[in-house]
């Protein structure tokens, strides 16, 4: 059944739609074509960056309704944005979609059913923007992991009565740590020759997820000579929030965050995350009519910077243990794609005495986790995880190394699915097992990591 929206003389109803100067960009040269995953895994034309683009022309032309069929297209994008970096004329496929789902969002927002609709408040407005229900969250989710839950609802048929996407969200869990990662008004000092004072994002899925891993960021940029603040007042970056249309709150939460890390006078803001360090080096289009604010985010974008490119630049103080691994590096999409970064990753991991890297088949195409797009399209993801992980045990690597939470939790639940060994980490997971590994070896006990960053025996919220 189609949806009746009455559509303004430019076709899209609601204000701020996609430019049309970033429209008609378009040449319809194809090149996106190979590069695109959902069009690789369909063959449909409408399922590709050019497809896409003609709908949101026809729409904003009025030749076109905003109807289902044309809607679920758009929504079948991952938004990876690996047509981006092929596209000779430079059209910012990135910027449109997230204003095209904006739209969207407005348009049907009265037209979804109560399910949908509060699955979508729940974890957009309820859990990640306060950090304290999200905590409160993860030791739920703990819980239900330690206590022998997960495994009783996964024999039992309990998950196979989940709708779809809540069958995804539960498949797609890691096995959380004991201890949560904590931002804290405390400065890590730097070991020996202070480089720099930086300040790192703790973001939301990372430090319940990944702790370890941010513990493991903050421990290899001191090693590096750099003061670390985590600044309390810091939030989620609104990435999730921007892709599915939800610009008001994405704005907030950019708002939130430039004030809390040009506060902290530094001279870099790190990130671990790459769909985050996108997001917020892109912060600035959230403000486009706003210039004091706009100014501000530009500030904060061009301090921004992820924790691979940063370590390759100082350059970096390589390990002296050695690890012995043989390691395939996935280029995470918003790493690769949105900030046009491959070498520092494979740079930093060339560093670590005893790594063997060995490079997979199409290592920048996609895996399917897209943020919440595994959730939201299941069936789709799938089909694209497959692809990724047969370039995984093509490889036949210990390690399966990758820059961005999202893609962790994907490429493990791949490694579970098929029953391959190895474990998927960060790549500042096996920066730091090498400098624990140094430590070791050279008996310096008390002096790297030797601050404490606040594991507790069990998850909480300070």
Request: proline content about 6%; aromatic content about 6%.
């Amino acid at each position: 059944m189609t949806v009746k929206i009455t559509l303004t003389p430019k076709g899209f109803p609601f204000a701020e739609p996609p430019d049309e100067s970033d429209l008609y960009k378009c040449v319809h040269c194809g090149l996106c074509l190979n590069e695109c995953p959902t069009y690789l895994a369909t063959g449909l034309e409408m399922e590709s960056p050019r497809g896409r683009l003609w709908l949101m022309k026809g729409v904003a032309e009025g030749a076109l309704p905003m109807s289902p069929e044309v809607v679920a297209h758009w929504q079948r994008c991952i938004q990876c944005r690996a047509c981006e970096a092929v596209c000779p004329s430079g059209v910012p496929f990135g910027r449109l979609m997230e204003r095209t789902q904006a739209q969207v969002a407005q348009a049907t927002k009265s037209k979804q059913s109560r399910g949908p609709r509060f699955l979508r408040w729940l974890m957009l407005r309820a859990l990640l923007p306060h950090r304290s229900l999200l905590y409160a969250a993860g030791r739920l989710t703990w819980a239900y992991q330690k206590s022998g839950g997960q495994w009783l609802a996964r024999k039992s048929c309990i998950v196979g009565l989940l709708p779809s996407g809540m069958q995804a969200a539960e498949a797609q869990l890691p096995a959380l740590p004991n201890a949560f990662f904590h931002p804290s008004p405390r400065v890590t000092k730097a070991h020996g020759t202070r480089r720099m004072r930086v300040a790192l994002l703790s973001g939301c899925v990372m430090p319940i997820a990944y702790g370890p891993t941010m513990r493991a960021a903050v421990r290899v940029l001191t090693r590096n000579g750099c003061d670390v603040v985590l600044p309390p007042n810091q939030t989620c970056c609104g990435a999730l929030h921007g892709h599915t249309g939800d610009r008001a709150m994405a704005k907030e939460l950019a708002w939130r965050n430039i004030q809390a890390f040009l506060a902290t006078n530094v001279e870099k803001v790190i990130t671990a995350s790459a769909g985050c360090g996108s997001t917020m080096r892109e912060y600035a289009d959230l403000f486009r009519d706003e210039p004091l604010k706009r100014a501000q985010a530009e500030k904060l974008a061009a301090m921004t910077v992820d924790i691979t490119e940063f370590l390759a630049s100082l350059p970096l103080d390589a390990p002296r243990a050695r690890l012995d691994v043989k390691v395939t590096y996935q280029d995470s999409c918003h790493l690769a794609h949105a900030q046009r970064i491959t070498r520092a990753p494979r740079q930093v991991l060339a560093a670590i005495p005893g790594v063997e890297l060995i490079e997979m088949k199409n290592s920048a195409r996609c895996c399917g986790a897209g943020g919440a797009y595994n959730l939201l399209q299941p069936d789709l993801s799938e089909a694209v995880l497959a692809d990724k992980m047969d370039s995984v045990q093509a490889a036949k690597a210990n390690v399966v190394c990758t820059a961005n939470p999202g893609c962790m939790m994907q490429l493990g639940k791949g490694l579970r699915q098929r029953g391959l060994p190895g474990r998927v980490c960060h790549v500042v997971d096996l920066l730091d097992e090498a400098y624990q590994r140094e430590q070791l070896r050279d008996n310096r006990q008390g002096s790297y990591g030797a601050q404490s960053l606040g594991v507790h025996s069990r998850p909480r919220v300070n």
